[in-house]
C-alpha cells in the first residue's frame, strides 16, 4: 500500500487516518439510521400521499453524500493526484489491510424502509380524524371504480357509509389531496340534501377553498353539482375577494368557471362590478342599475379611479399568465369603454403580444376590434405581427374571424394585411372558402357588409369599429377593401382550380364560387383573368357524366344555383325582384352557349330534363332566348324532338320539367 512507503511523503498517513475514521463513523450512522431517521422525519398535515422507495433512500443518499465531501476534503489538503489514488482504496479494509468486521446489529434498506413505512402510518393514524380518513378512503376505492361501475345500490350505500364517517370531519377532509377526491365523489353522486348539507357546512372556508391546490377542485364540484341556492351562498361569500383571487394563481382558476359556467347575468355583473374598485366590492347595489359609462359621466374623478382600479387588475392577471381568462375579457371591455388619450396606447402596449389569447370569446373579441380601430399605424403592425402565427385559429374561431373582418376594414397597410394573411392561409384556402366561420372576412372582401352573410346584430358592430377606425384610418373603405381582396383573388383562384370538386361539393362552397366569379377582379391583371376563364371551364367539365347517378355533383343543392347564376349572368335580387347583370367575361350567355355544347356532345339532354339539372336547361333556354337567337332555334328544336321525354318527367313531378314545357308551349 502506498500509505506504508517510506519514499512516498508522510502527508496521506493522516489523510488515510481520518478515512479510516470517517467509515468507523459512518458504521455507527447507519447503525442508527432507522432512530435518526424517525426523529428527523417531518411530513406536513396537508401530505396524505404514502412515500415511495426513492423518497425513503433519501437519508443513506444524505450519508454517502457526507462520506463523498469528506473524501474531497482530503484530496483538497494533499492537492496531489498521487493521494487521490491512495485515497481510493477499498474502504472496507482498515488501515492494514485486514477486513473491516461486520456489525451484526446492522439494518438492511429494505428493513429500514418497512420500518419507516410502518412509523409514517402509525403517525397518519394519530392525526385529527386519522382512523377516519383512512377508513373513507378503501370506501372510496370500491365507490370509484369504473370498469365495472358499481350499481346504483352499492353506490349509494358506500356514499352513506363514507357521509356517517366524514360528516364530522368534513373541513378536516378537503384540504388534503386524496381526502379532497374522496369529498368530491361523494359530492358528485349524493341527494340534493346531503350536497346543500356539505356546503353549509363549508360554509365560512370558501375561499381557503378556492387557494387550496387541492380545496380548488371541490369547490368546483360544489359549484357544479350544487343548487341555484348553493352557488349563490359561495358567490355571496366570496363578494369582496374577487379582486384578490383574480391574482392567485389557483383562485383565478375557481374565479373563471364561477363567472362562465354557473353565474347568472346578474351575477355577472355584479362580479364585473366588483373590479370597479372598493365601494362596489364592499356594496353589492353599487352601480346596480348603471353601466360604466353611466358611473364615470357622474365625475371626472370617479372615472379616473375606476380606470386605474381596472387596468391594475388586469395588468396583473396579465402578468400571471391569465390573458385568456373570460372573466378578465370582460374587466377589458368595461376598460376600453372609458379609456382615453394615453390611456389607450398604454393598453394596446400590454397586450399587442397577447392579442391572440382574446379573440375566443365575445367580450375579448369586442375588446381586440376596438384596439385595433382606436390603434395607430404602428401599433397596428405589432398585432398583426403578433396574430400571423395564429392566423388559422383565429379565421376559424366565432369571434376571431370578426377580429380579421375588423383589420381588413381599419388597416390603411393594406399589402401587410394581404400578404401576412395569404401566406398563413395558402394551404387551407380551399378548406376556409366553405367554412361557416372562415369565409366571412372572404366575404366581406368581396361584397362589403352583405346582409345576405352578416346579421343585422354583426354588421352593426363592424360599422362601429369601422366609426371609431375613422380617427386613425386615411384610406377610403371601398379603396382599402379593393386593395385587399386584388391581393387575395389569386389564392382564391388557386385553391379553388385546385380543389374544385372538394369546394363544390358543398354548399357553402359552391356559394363561394358565385361570389367569387361575380365579384373577384380580373380586368387589370391578365393572369388573374386567365385563372378565372380556366375556373369556367373546370366548373363545365365538372358536370359532365351521367347525371342520373346519385353521386353526380348536380345533385347537390347549390351546385344548380351556381349554374343557374353564371347562365343568367348575374344574381337574383330579392329586393328589385330581378337579376343584377354583370359586366364578367365568360358568363351569361357565353357560359350558356359553353355547358350546352358540353351536354349536347354528351347526347345527354334527355338526362339533364329527368334530374335536378332540368332548372339549368331552362336557364339555359331562357339565355339564348335573349342573347343569341340563332342559337335559340337550333336549341329550341332539339328540345321539340324530345317533347315527349320532357312531358314524361314532368308528370313524375319534375318541377323544372313542368316549366320547360309551359316555355315551349308558348
Not at 116 to 132: D, F, N, T
Request: aromatic share 6%; charged share 30%; with cysteine.
Amino acid at each position: 500500500m502506498g500509505i506504508t512507503n517510506k519514499n512516498k511523503r508522510s502527508a496521506p498517513e493522516p489523510a488515510a487516518s481520518k478515512k479510516a475514521k470517517t467509515n468507523a463513523k459512518q458504521a455507527k450512522k447507519v447503525e442508527s439510521e432507522s432512530e435518526a431517521d424517525s426523529e428527523d422525519l417531518d411530513i406536513s398535515d396537508s401530505e396524505d400521499l404514502d412515500i415511495s422507495d426513492d423518497e425513503l433512500d433519501t437519508p443513506t443518499a444524505d450519508s454517502d453524500d457526507d462520506l463523498d465531501e469528506l473524501d474531497n476534503t482530503s484530496v483538497t489538503q494533499n492537492g496531489k493526484d498521487e493521494e487521490n489514488s491512495d485515497l481510493s482504496a477499498d474502504e472496507d479494509q482498515t488501515e492494514s489491510g485486514e477486513a473491516k468486521p461486520v456489525d451484526p446489529n446492522k439494518k438492511s434498506s429494505k428493513e429500514a424502509h418497512a420500518e419507516q413505512r410502518k412509523m409514517l402510518s402509525e403517525r397518519k393514524m394519530q392525526r385529527k380524524a386519522g382512523v377516519e380518513v383512512q377508513q373513507v378512503k378503501l370506501l372510496w376505492e370500491k365507490l370509484r371504480i369504473r370498469k365495472p361501475t358499481p350499481p346504483k345500490e352499492v353506490r349509494d350505500k358506500l356514499c352513506d357509509e363514507i357521509w356517517e364517517l366524514a360528516s364530522e370531519v368534513i373541513k378536516d377532509l378537503v384540504m388534503k389531496h386524496d381526502a379532497s377526491r374522496v369529498v368530491q365523489t361523494l359530492v358528485k353522486y349524493s341527494s340534493k340534501e346531503r350536497r346543500d348539507t356539505i356546503v353549509a357546512s363549508l360554509r365560512g372556508n370558501f375561499y381557503e377553498l378556492a387557494t387550496s391546490a387541492y380545496g380548488k377542485y371541490l369547490l368546483i364540484k360544489l359549484l357544479h353539482y350544487g343548487s341555484k341556492e348553493s352557488r349563490e351562498m359561495i358567490l355571496d361569500e366570496l363578494h369582496g375577494k374577487l379582486r384578490r383571487l383574480m391574482r392567485h394563481r389557483e383562485g383565478a382558476y375557481v374565479v373563471e368557471d364561477l363567472y362562465t359556467l354557473y353565474a347568472t347575468v346578474e351575477q355577472k355583473h355584479q362580479m364585473i362590478r366588483e373590479f370597479w374598485g372598493s365601494e362596489y366590492a364592499l356594496f353589492k347595489e353599487a352601480g346596480q342599475d348603471k353601466d360604466i359609462i353611466a358611473v364615470c359621466a357622474e365625475s371626472t374623478e370617479k372615472r379616473t379611479l375606476i380606470a386605474k382600479n381596472l387596468v391594475g387588475t388586469i395588468s396583473a392577471s396579465v402578468e400571471k399568465g391569465s390573458t385568456g381568462f373570460q372573466i378578465l375579457h370582460a374587466a377589458m371591455r368595461e376598460y376600453v369603454q372609458i379609456f382615453e388619450g394615453k390611456e389607450v396606447s398604454e393598453f394596446i402596449e400590454l397586450l399587442a403580444e397577447q392579442f391572440a389569447e382574446l379573440v375566443h370569446t365575445p367580450e375579448g373579441c369586442e375588446v381586440a376590434c376596438t384596439l385595433i380601430a382606436r390603434a395607430n399605424a404602428k401599433e397596428r403592425k405589432t398585432i398583426i405581427r403578433s396574430l400571423k402565427s395564429h392566423a388559422l385559429k383565429l379565421i376559424k374561431n366565432e369571434h376571431g374571424n370578426m377580429v380579421l373582418t375588423v383589420l381588413m376594414m381599419c388597416v390603411d397597410d393594406t399589402v401587410l394585411v394581404g400578404k401576412t394573411f395569404t401566406a398563413e392561409f395558402a394551404e387551407e384556402m380551399h378548406n376556409l372558402v366553405k367554412d361557416k366561420f372562415s369565409r366571412r372576412p372572404f366575404l366581406y372582401l368581396l361584397n362589403g357588409l352583405d346582409p345576405r352573410f352578416f346579421s343585422p346584430t354583426a354588421k352593426k358592430d363592424l360599422l362601429k369599429y369601422q366609426e371609431i377606425s375613422l380617427e386613425t384610418s386615411k384610406k377610403p373603405q371601398n379603396q382599402r377593401r379593393g386593395e385587399v381582396l386584388k391581393i387575395f383573388t389569386p389564392a382564391f383562384l388557386d385553391a379553388i382550380n385546385e380543389h374544385l370538386v372538394d369546394v363544390l361539393a358543398e354548399n357553402m362552397g359552391a356559394q363561394f364560387i358565385t361570389e367569387l366569379v361575380l365579384k373577384a377582379p380580373a380586368d387589370e391583371d391578365p393572369e388573374v383573368a386567365m385563372k378565372k376563364s380556366s375556373l369556367l371551364e373546370n366548373i363545365i367539365g365538372l358536370f359532365r357524366g351521367d347525371v342520373l347517378e346519385e353521386f353526380h355533383i348536380i345533385n347537390k343543392p347549390f351546385s344548380t344555383r351556381l349554374l343557374k347564376t353564371l347562365i343568367q349572368g348575374g344574381a337574383w335580387n330579392n329586393a328589385t325582384k330581378q337579376i343584377e347583370v354583370s359586366e364578367v367575361a365568360g358568363i351569361g350567355a357565353e357560359f350558356a352557349t359553353a355547358l350546352l355544347e358540353s351536354i349536347e356532345g354528351q347526347h345527354k339532354v334527355v338526362p339533364w330534363l329527368q334530374s335536378p339539372g332540368s332548372f339549368v336547361i331552362v336557364s339555359i333556354y331562357e339565355s339564348l332566348e335573349k342573347n343569341d337567337k340563332k342559337k335559340f332555334k337550333e336549341f329550341s328544336k332539339t328540345l321539340q324532338k324530345v317533347k315527349k321525354e320532357i312531358q314524361e318527367a314532368a308528370m313524375d313531378d319534375n318541377k323544372g320539367a313542368k316549366l320547360l314545357l309551359t316555355l315551349l308551349e308558348k
